[in-house]
């Protein structure tokens, strides 16, 4: 059936170490997004990509990076750069934009940096 | 800039109704969505408008304003599985298909 797929759930990391979260799509859907959650906020907007082979900052990328070699799948590595890591982290897709369309989101990643 | 507003909290009793609202101030505009999102989930849709007026579904009905940048989200005959976080999002045109997020309204339903 048609989703999103982030894994793992939960993961750990030490302090100065990247470490990459996975995305993968079969929506066939155009533009891919990473958000970040922390407590008691709303999402805030990493990295989109709007097609294959492009991609966008968004209001806070610094510390992070993204590719996208292939339609289905957004992968996001947080750096040793990202002074604050630990957070909730939600993928999410955005199809053709006609009327009533929406975006879907994965089940999200629980990052938590010791 | 770019602006979303909601109130932090409401509560309010089972079988009652609670009126979420949310301003927004963005550059460009394209529509108004409201998503719910349960503790450690993530969020899932609930309603879209982009013309002025009324969407009703269900126990759920969403309103618009686009001249005074505001919309709400109405709960009805609320249920105590209606707790959540109600996020309130408006997709801008300076880039297409980008999302504007508010911070979330935290409802919690009391017996």
């Known amino acids: 059936d048609g989703g999103i797929t982030q894994s793992p759930k939960y993961l750990f990391r030490k302090e100065g170490q990247n470490v990459t979260l996975s995305c993968e799509q079969n929506l066939n859907h155009d533009a891919m997004y990473w958000y970040r959650q922390d407590p008691g906020q709303g999402l805030r907007l990493i990295y989109y990509s709007q097609i294959v082979n492009d991609f966008q900052k968004g209001d806070i990328a610094e510390g992070y990076s993204v590719s996208r070699e292939k339609k289905e799948s957004f992968p996001l590595t947080v750096t040793s750069a990202q002074k604050n890591p630990t957070a909730f982290y939600l993928c999410a897709t955005f199809g053709a934009g006609g009327p009533g369309d929406e975006q879907f989101f994965g089940p999200g990643t629980r990052l938590t940096v010791l | 800039g770019q602006n979303i507003d909601q109130p932090t909290e409401m509560t309010a009793t089972e079988g009652a109704i609670v009126q979420i609202n949310c301003t927004y101030q963005?550059?460009?505009?394209?529509?108004l969505f409201w998503y719910q999102q349960h503790a450690g989930e993530a969020p899932t849709f609930l309603s879209y408008?982009?013309?002025?007026g009324l969407e009703e579904k269900g126990r759920f009905s969403s309103f618009l304003s686009r001249s005074k940048g505001y919309s709400y989200l109405l709960l009805k005959e609320l249920q105590m599985k209606d707790s959540a976080s109600y996020l309130c999002a408006a997709m801008t045109t300076d880039s297409w298909g980008k999302f504007q997020f508010g911070a979330g309204t935290q409802v919690v339903v009391t017996p």
């Open positions: 963005t550059s460009g505009f394209n529509g």
């Open positions: 408008n982009v013309l002025d």
